[in-house]
C-alpha cells in the first residue's frame, strides 16, 4: 500500500511569501500530523489533524496554519515567511491519531526561505 | 514539561558488534514511545513502538525496552551492518497528546 507523501519536495521563497505544503496520508489512516526539523531545535510538533479538525497544537506563531481535507488529505500553511523558517517539514499519518497509534512518516518537503 | 534525552549523540562501531542506543524522559506519564531512523536528507522510517504498557518490542534484529518508573528506553540492536548507519531518534508522546522528540544518536558501522 502506498505511503505518505508529500509535495513539493523542496521550495524556495523570499522572506514575506506565503507557503502552502501538501500531505497525503497512507489510505485508511484518519490523523495527520506535522513536525518541523531545524538543525538548531531537531523535531518540534506543529499540529494534528483527526477527521477534518484540529486535535493539537504545538508552540508554533499563528502564521503556521494548517487543514484536512474530508478524504484525510492535509495542508500546511506558513504566512509571512521568515529565514528561520527554513527547515524540513515532515507530516505523519496514523489510523487512530497520537494517542496509541504508529506514526508513518512521508519523506518531507525542504523549505528554504531567502 | 516533558524532555527527552539521547544519550550518546554520536556513535561508531566496527560492523558485526551488538550495540544499545538510550533514550530517557523526564515526566513518566507517557502513551508510548516510538523509536524511528533518519537517513540523510530522508524523512523519518518508524522501527518499533512501545505502548505504555508494554515493558519490551523486537523485530529482527532489534529490541527495544521501556522502563516508565525510571524513564528511560534502550534499542538494542544485534550483529550491526554498514546499512544501519542512520540517526536513531526517540520519541514519546505525552500526556497533552503531543510527540516529544530526543536530538538523536548518529550511528557509523565501520566496514
Known amino acids: 500500500k502506498a505511503g505518505v507523501t508529500q509535495t513539493p519536495r523542496y521550495l524556495i521563497k523570499t522572506r514575506g511569501q506565503q507557503v502552502t505544503l501538501s500531505c497525503s496520508p497512507i489510505?485508511?489512516?484518519?490523523?495527520v500530523s506535522w513536525y518541523q526539523q531545524t538543525p538548531g531545535q531537531g523535531l518540534q510538533f506543529l499540529f494534528e489533524?483527526?477527521?477534518?479538525?484540529?486535535?493539537n497544537k504545538g508552540n508554533f506563531p499563528g502564521r503556521f496554519s494548517g487543514r484536512q481535507f474530508s478524504n484525510s488529505r492535509s495542508e500546511m500553511n506558513v504566512s509571512t515567511l521568515e529565514l528561520g523558517d527554513s527547515a524540513l517539514y515532515l507530516c505523519?499519518?496514523?489510523?487512530?491519531?497520537?494517542?496509541?497509534?504508529?506514526?508513518?512518516f512521508g519523506p518531507g518537503t525542504r523549505l528554504t526561505v531567502l | 514539561k516533558q524532555e527527552v534525552t539521547q544519550i550518546p549523540a554520536a556513535l561508531s562501531v566496527p560492523e558485526g558488534e551488538n550495540l544499545v542506543l538510550n533514550c530517557s524522559f523526564t515526566?513518566?506519564?507517557?502513551?508510548?514511545l516510538q523509536w524511528f531512523r533518519q537517513d540523510p536528507g530522508k524523512g523519518l522510517t518508524s522501527l518499533l513502538l512501545?505502548?505504555?504498557s508494554q515493558r519490551e518490542q523486537t523485530s529482527g534484529r532489534l529490541n527495544a525496552s521501556l522502563d516508565k518508573s525510571s524513564g528511560r528506553s534502550t534499542l538494542y540492536i544485534a550483529a550491526s551492518q554498514p546499512g544501519d548507519s542512520a540517526t536513531y531518534l526517540c520519541a514519546v508522546i505525552d500526556s497533552n497528546y503531543q510527540l516529544i522528540w530526543g536530538a538523536g544518536t548518529k550511528l557509523i558501522i565501520k566496514p
Open positions: 489533524y483527526f477527521s477534518e479538525t484540529q486535535r
Open positions: 489510505s485508511g489512516h484518519r490523523s
Open positions: 505523519a499519518s496514523s489510523l487512530g491519531g497520537l494517542g496509541g497509534n504508529e506514526q508513518f
Open positions: 515526566d513518566s506519564a507517557i502513551y508510548n
Open positions: 512501545i505502548q505504555s
